[in-house]
């Protein structure tokens, strides 16, 4: 990861250097009737998606007589690839980009800032916790086209075997920590805890939830403050009371335990619900995200950013707000099955209850750490989370490690 910080700064330099020298005659490079759009696959049916890119491209290309070159790339190695192509001049003029890639490209000056271009574009309609993804330093690098939402899908039978209502589901902790309790009694684990994957998925929600933040914008650490401690508490609670699973340290799934009916819960996204749907072992139920001081929890948001150096900036930001208008974000997220983030393009699931409830539940998504160096903490607070769960540290102890070693990352 640090080879690639110094890269980036390197680019940096070579792409401010390039879309200097090219300003004035960047038009006859490209043309003013062609831009580049670079995105990746968002579903198993690459045909499906193909159908739908060329329906969506096709009423941009309609609306302003710009031809689009559309590519797509693969997830795998897409920092390098994009960032290799900036510097080199030759990159796209759109692509897409997730909440912890678009503070790194802002701060080193690569993106363009789209603020201007979207004054009559009507973003009170946008969910205010997508625009917190798109925003860095008060100007807006990006427009969002997709959230999601994870929260706790509950097992109706395991919740009737504990003696409760699966219609009066826990909305706090101390509700939560009381259904656990006889989840275990009776000898079930009472939710999922994926130690060894994403910080999004396992500390990061209750952290938020006790009211607390783990890195702000100008660089404060706030993961060890009492906010977060208390989220270091909670989880080692549940992790020494059996109410998650023993392998939770280091699981990246627990896909076979929910499966069989062992789990009251598990924490999932709309994902999860058509995997259940496809499957039909059990009735579920859905959670509305936990509080304890704050109601919150995790959900991506995926948006369109330019490059600062685009050799065509006008179209490129005309088409970023073609393609999150609210009917191309109805096309678009019927799809892929995520939720639009514009608020009047909801109602595609007005008629699928269980993403209808999940995309109610958008406006208390946090996308992760928005910084810089928001996935490049994540293994050193994961590191500290595993060992206060193997027993080595107190969650204080665990907490303090966690913010010094962010504190070294951040110099």
Same mark, same amino acid.
């Given at each position: 990861?640090?080879?690639?910080?110094?890269?980036?700064?390197?680019?940096?330099?070579?792409?401010?250097?390039?879309?200097?020298?090219?300003?004035?005659?960047?038009?006859?490079?490209?043309?003013? &009737?062609?831009?580049?759009?670079? *995105?990746? #696959?968002?579903?198993?049916? !690459?045909?499906? /998606?193909?159908? =739908?890119?060329?329906? +969506?491209?096709?009423?941009?290309?309609?609306?302003?007589?710009?031809?689009?070159?559309?590519?797509?790339?693969?997830?795998?190695?897409?920092?390098?690839?994009?960032?290799?192509?900036?510097?080199?001049?030759? &990159?796209?003029?759109?692509?897409? *980009?997730? #909440?912890?890639?678009?503070? !790194?490209?802002? /701060?080193?000056? =690569?993106?363009?800032? +789209?603020?201007?271009?979207?004054?009559?574009?009507?973003?009170?309609?946008?969910?205010?916790?997508?625009?917190?993804?798109?925003?860095?330093?008060?100007?807006?690098?990006?427009?969002?086209?997709?959230?999601?939402?994870?929260?706790?899908?509950?097992?109706?039978?395991?919740?009737?075997?504990?003696?409760?209502?699966?219609?009066?589901?826990?909305?706090?902790?101390?509700?939560?920590?009381?259904?656990?309790?006889?989840?275990?009694?009776?000898?079930?684990?009472?939710?999922?805890?994926?130690?060894?994957?994403?910080?999004?998925?396992?500390?990061?929600?209750?952290?938020?939830?006790?009211?607390?933040?783990?890195?702000?914008?100008?660089?404060?650490?706030?993961?060890?403050?009492?906010?977060?401690?208390?989220?270091?508490?909670?989880?080692?609670?549940?992790?020494?009371?059996?109410?998650?699973?023993?392998?939770?340290?280091?699981?990246?799934?627990?896909?076979?335990?929910?499966?069989?009916?062992?789990?009251?819960?598990?924490?999932?996204?709309?994902?999860?619900?058509?995997?259940?749907?496809?499957?039909?072992?059990?009735?579920?139920?859905?959670?509305?995200?936990?509080?304890?001081?704050?109601?919150?929890?995790?959900?991506?948001?995926?948006?369109?950013?330019?490059?600062?150096?685009?050799?065509?900036?006008?179209?490129?930001?005309?088409?970023?707000?073609?393609?999150?208008?609210?009917?191309?974000?109805?096309?678009?997220?019927?799809?892929?099955?995520?939720?639009?983030?514009?608020?009047?393009?909801?109602?595609?699931?007005?008629?699928?209850?269980?993403?209808?409830?999940?995309?109610?539940?958008?406006?208390?998504?946090?996308?992760?750490?928005?910084?810089?160096?928001?996935?490049?903490?994540?293994?050193?607070?994961?590191?500290?989370?595993?060992?206060?769960?193997?027993?080595?540290?107190?969650?204080?102890?665990?907490?303090?490690?966690?913010?010094?070693?962010?504190?070294?990352?951040?110099?």
């Amino acid at each position: 990861m640090k080879k690639l910080i110094i890269f980036l700064l390197f680019l940096t330099c070579s792409v401010l250097l390039m879309g200097c020298s090219d300003e004035a005659g960047s038009s006859e490079s490209k043309g003013k &009737g062609e831009i580049t759009v670079w *995105a990746h #696959p968002y579903t198993d049916n !690459q045909e499906k /998606e193909g159908e =739908m890119w060329k329906e +969506l491209i096709g009423s941009y290309e309609k609306a302003t007589g710009v031809k689009v070159n559309f590519q797509q790339i693969p997830w795998a190695n897409r920092d390098q690839k994009i960032l290799t192509a900036l510097a080199a001049n030759n &990159g796209p003029d759109v692509f897409y *980009a997730i #909440p912890d890639q678009m503070p !790194q490209y802002a /701060e080193a000056g =690569m993106l363009l800032d +789209l603020s201007s271009y979207l004054e009559d574009n009507d973003m009170e309609d946008f969910v205010d916790s997508s625009m917190v993804s798109a925003t860095w330093k008060g100007k807006m690098y990006g427009v969002p086209i997709l959230q999601s939402v994870e929260t706790f899908i509950y097992n109706v039978d395991v919740i009737k075997a504990i003696g409760e209502d699966p219609t009066k589901l826990p909305t706090t902790w101390e509700e939560f920590e009381n259904w656990a309790a006889k989840a275990k009694e009776k000898g079930y684990y009472a939710s999922s805890f994926l130690g060894g994957g994403s910080m999004n998925g396992t500390l990061y929600p209750y952290l938020w939830q006790a009211g607390g933040e783990i890195l702000t914008e100008d660089n404060k650490v706030m993961i060890n403050n009492e906010d977060g401690v208390e989220a270091f508490e909670f989880i080692n609670k549940m992790y020494k009371n059996g109410w998650i699973p023993k392998d939770s340290i280091t699981a990246l799934e627990h896909d076979s335990l929910w499966d069989s009916g062992k789990l009251l819960s598990i924490q999932g996204a709309g994902l999860s619900v058509s995997r259940m749907l496809g499957k039909e072992t059990f009735e579920f139920v859905i959670a509305p995200p936990l509080k304890n001081k704050k109601q919150a929890t995790y959900g991506t948001t995926g948006m369109f950013v330019v490059p600062v150096n685009s050799d065509n900036q006008d179209a490129a930001a005309e088409f970023i707000k073609v393609i999150t208008n609210a009917d191309n974000q109805r096309i678009f997220n019927r799809e892929t099955q995520f939720i639009p983030t514009r608020e009047s393009a909801k109602d595609i699931y007005d008629d699928q209850k269980y993403l209808a409830q999940l995309a109610s539940y958008t406006e208390f998504t946090q996308s992760g750490v928005i910084h810089p160096e928001g996935r490049n903490i994540m293994p050193l607070i994961q590191a500290e989370l595993q060992t206060m769960l193997e027993g080595k540290k107190t969650p204080k102890e665990a907490a303090d490690a966690a913010a010094e070693s962010i504190k070294g990352k951040l110099k």
